[in-house]
């Protein structure tokens, strides 16, 4: 972009759009352009809704600013100036005015949703001579200069990056003065000598004077609001939401209506429906003679405005009729911003409101009931990482009935927490990475605590409400929380909080439960979850619509059965190494590795057979009849022993050898780099015992459970096959080992059992068309496969990947979610090459990437006929598998 000779970008298309009565110029221009607020706003003042008028700088602006290395477009400041001009002439005030100024919230708003990660400034254009205006036309002096004190804080705070503390030991002092402790009973002559406290605190810290010119004010204050898109907490944000490809944010510049005029006006934040439980009833709060900072950030505890009516009747039937109106015309549950100046509703923001998971699944399917939207529509609402809270533990309820209850606060976002006590957000970060779980515990938080609270167990806060910054962001993560807990005196210096007369600190446990609002003592026990009614209707239409089949990774009867309560429509992938870790096990492989010849080592696997037989009887019966693919064993052999001396020697005595004897053969097994080493089928074709005994194991479960009248179909399958020649030559064994079991067994009935293979290597997938020749199925072990296409090891990625994620060399983890651009074409190309071989081969995918909603938009399009994930993952899949078919794009995932 051209720079102008001042230095500053050339100027854009149209950077200024107004909304008001005079005219709304921003209605259908989208939220790239405008942001979310801005084109709510327009939508708003076109639908007929009391919203003070004002404009939209676009998103373009801010790109463009940051392109000019931080400096205003040419032109702005001249639309911006033409804009006003006709604020004025509608609301008939003047910006910066002596008598009756017109003043300005400044407002960030961009594409996409970032609660309170980016700047606000309010009463913007106030200055000494317009508050003594200000004051003489609303005849409200205190009203007047509580609105100048509040724009030099902010002001300083926001555009100067001053501490807010330094502004709060002033107000202290001024509240010493006038012997009083809340804010609001300070009379108008204190908040006077606060403003000239203020503006001295401002001039020692910055070296200038506050500035006069209202014009001044707000282009500094637009270029703050630009520049808060790149802090660090909203590129941290960002990138934990995975936020990309926006220009920047928008800026909104409203005229100014007040809360803070007496008992008659008031400011408040609800949500058209409980973002907690996703009830149809309108929920919020609100305070009396207050402005909107004060009840986002959480500094006073708000009213719930259920207890609106007890002070203004007419104002709470006025929001249901708001609510009602914005549920028509967005069809979505809305998250509203509103103030009441002296007995006047003006709605200051709308946007489609956070939620957990739970209120996301019942607001869908209500929404349905209700005629607003239909079954495709409800399924695509849903995020389907969100199905994750649905799934997680909550405390027994006779376990909660007996804890000691500390404390009660407000149930801010639902969930079950338990962790130690940590004071500081880096502290979090800190010991979380170290392993332990911690509850964040703030008296408020603030934007710069995000990285904390992302990795926190929960967040516990002493004051705020329902509709606080640590309320919104924590449900928006499905992250637990308790807010307002105003029993708990939290002190952060000596790290501990007080409650009741009792003291806890870093090295204590206590438990959150964010649906009840309870602070307890110690380690409450937890139970699963139990899924019916909206749950259960939401997956029924999911599964109407998905093409993709779900499957779930499951080693144990348990988890098979859990995962097949949960939807999966069979095994993907058994890994019978598990298995053999178990107690009464474990000695048997040890002493089948320690073996110095194939007879010892048939012996000590004679004795593991009825154990493996036994498993996959367990997992046959809970799966009934649905596939179940059994890997052989893939691990190399030297993870089934102990490498420390102690452990050696223990093994050692159990076994009735020599320590050193299980030292020796712990170093000949050892590998430079076993990933690549002496694993998978290359077992198979060194000890082709083992694969014998695994199989055998496997039809003999198989024949049980048919003359029990269980069905079994299991699914064999060779792991990290590079060449057909191996595949090749292990089939064979596979075959021959199949039929001498149904022989010995004497089975005469059918026993369709599928040989196949795990693509897990480059030259697999390269190759797959050779390779298909000999199987049955492929299923793509995408761990693997991801390892050896970046050359990373999935082990050791942690040293390096948060400097890639950081820097945008990687947009993700790509052991999270697929690296469709590269590891993708090679899945792929194995798709496309097998079934050039043999067309009807059955694909599936079977790593972690199984449960990943973009993963699975990458499965759909690669053609492949499953995906198998966790037991937990499997609802996330299956409404995942969904989306993708009814066209939800991979970057709305």
Not at 473 to 486: L, Q
Not at 655 to 672: F, N, S, T, W, Y
Request: net charge neutral.
């Amino acid at each position: 972009m051209a720079k102008t000779a001042r230095g500053q970008a050339a100027k854009p298309a149209k950077m200024v759009y107004y909304f008001g009565k005079t005219k709304t110029e921003g209605k259908g221009l989208g939220k790239p352009l405008l942001g979310g607020k801005g084109v709510n706003l327009a939508e708003m003042t076109s639908i007929g809704l009391p919203v003070p008028p004002g404009f939209t700088i676009t998103t373009e602006v801010c790109d463009q600013y940051y392109k000019a290395g931080k400096k205003l477009p040419a032109g702005l400041m001249d639309e911006v100036h033409q804009t006003i001009a006709i604020l004025e002439k509608e609301l008939g005030k003047k910006f910066g005015d002596d008598e009756n100024p017109l003043l300005f919230s400044v407002r960030s708003g961009a594409a996409v949703s970032m609660p309170g990660m980016m700047n606000t400034i309010l009463n913007l254009g106030l200055n000494d001579a317009a508050t003594e205006g200000l004051a003489n036309a609303t005849k409200n002096p205190r009203f007047a200069y509580d609105a100048y004190r509040r724009l030099i804080n902010m002001f300083g705070d926001v555009v100067m990056e001053m501490d807010h503390h330094q502004f709060e030991t002033a107000f202290d002092k001024i509240k010493q003065k006038y012997k009083v402790t809340e804010d609001t009973d300070v009379p108008a002559e204190g908040l006077k000598d606060l403003c000239d406290a203020y503006k001295a605190v401002f001039k020692k810290h910055t070296g200038q004077e506050f500035p006069q010119d209202p014009y001044r004010q707000l282009e500094l204050a637009i270029e703050a609001v630009f520049g808060s898109w790149n802090t660090n907490r909203a590129v941290r944000y960002r990138q934990i939401e995975n936020i990309r490809g926006l220009l920047g944010t928008a800026v909104n510049v409203q005229s100014m209506v007040y809360g803070n005029m007496g008992d008659d006006s008031g400011t408040g934040v609800a949500f058209t429906r409980n973002p907690n439980t996703g009830e149809n009833k309108f929920f919020g709060e609100f305070l009396i003679n207050a402005q909107g900072e004060d009840v986002v950030a959480g500094i006073r505890t708000p009213l719930p405005v259920a207890e609106m009516p007890k002070w203004n009747k007419e104002i709470h039937k006025e929001l249901l009729e708001v609510k009602e109106t914005l549920e028509t015309h967005y069809k979505e549950m809305q998250d509203i911003e509103f103030t009441i100046e002296r007995g006047k509703l003006f709605m200051l923001q709308t946007r489609t409101g956070k939620r957990t998971g739970v209120a996301a699944v019942k607001i869908a399917v209500d929404m349905v009931k209700e005629g607003l939207i239909d079954e495709k529509t409800a399924v695509l609402r849903v995020p389907a990482n969100d199905l994750t809270q649905l799934l997680l533990p909550s405390f027994k309820t006779t376990a909660r009935n007996a804890a000691d209850v500390l404390a009660r606060g407000l149930p801010a976002s639902p969930g079950a927490a338990v962790g130690k006590l940590a004071f500081t957000a880096e502290e979090v970060k800190e010991r979380a990475a170290a392993g332990e779980k911690v509850i964040l515990v703030r008296r408020e938080t603030s934007p710069e605590d995000v990285e904390g609270m992302h990795a926190a167990a929960g967040i516990l806060t002493s004051t705020g409400g329902m509709t606080s910054h640590a309320a919104v962001v924590a449900r928006g993560w499905g992250k637990c929380c308790v807010a307002g807990a105003g029993e708990i005196s939290i002190n952060e210096k000596a790290k501990k909080i007080t409650v009741g007369g009792k003291s806890f600190g870093v090295k204590d446990t206590i438990s959150l439960d964010g649906t009840t609002g309870e602070v307890m003592v110690g380690e409450v026990e937890t139970q699963e979850p139990t899924l019916a009614g909206d749950f259960r209707k939401l997956m029924e239409w999911a599964d109407q619509y998905r093409r993709l089949r779900v499957r779930t990774n499951a080693d144990t009867p348990a988890d098979s059965k859990r995962a097949r309560d949960f939807g999966a429509e069979g095994i993907g992938l058994c890994r019978t190494e598990h298995m053999f870790f178990e107690s009464d096990r474990i000695m048997h492989i040890r002493s089948m590795i320690l073996a110095n010849n194939e007879d010892d080592r048939r012996k000590a696997l004679k004795k593991l057979l009825p154990f493996q037989r036994k498993d996959f009887e367990g997992i046959f019966k809970a799966m009934q009849g649905l596939p179940v693919t059994i890997r052989l064993l893939d691990p190399p052999l030297h993870e089934f022993l102990p490498h420390d001396a102690k452990a050696q020697k223990e093994m050692a005595e159990e076994l009735g050898i020599k320590p050193a004897e299980v030292k020796a053969r712990a170093e000949q097994l050892h590998e430079q780099n076993p990933m690549l080493g002496h694993r998978g089928c290359r077992l198979s074709v060194t000890y082709p015992e083992i694969l014998e005994m695994q199989v055998r194991a496997i039809v003999e479960a198989a024949i049980n459970c048919a003359k029990k009248g269980t069905a079994a179909e299991p699914e064999i399958m060779i792991p990290l096959v590079g060449t057909a020649a191996e595949l090749e030559l292990l089939r064979k064994q596979v075959e021959a080992t199949i039929e001498q079991t149904k022989k010995d067994k004497k089975h005469e009935g059918d026993l369709p059992i599928l040989i196949g293979t795990m693509i897990e290597i480059p030259r697999a997938a390269l190759t797959a068309d050779q390779i298909a020749e000999h199987a049955d199925f492929f299923s793509f072990g995408t761990n693997d496969l991801t390892q050896l296409t970046f050359g990373y090891s999935r082990d050791d990625v942690g040293t390096f990947l948060p400097d890639y994620l950081a820097q945008d060399i990687l947009h993700v983890d790509p052991f999270q979610s697929l690296d469709a651009t590269g590891v993708g074409q090679l899945v792929e190309m194995g798709v496309s090459k097998g079934r050039t071989e043999k067309q009807k081969l059955k694909c599936g995918i079977c790593g972690e990437h199984g449960g990943d909603p973009a993963s699975i938009h990458f499965c759909d399009g690669a053609g492949l006929d499953y995906v198998s994930c966790s037991p937990f993952r499997v609802p996330i899949a299956r409404l995942a598998a969904a989306q993708v078919a009814l066209g939800k794009k991979v970057s709305d995932m």
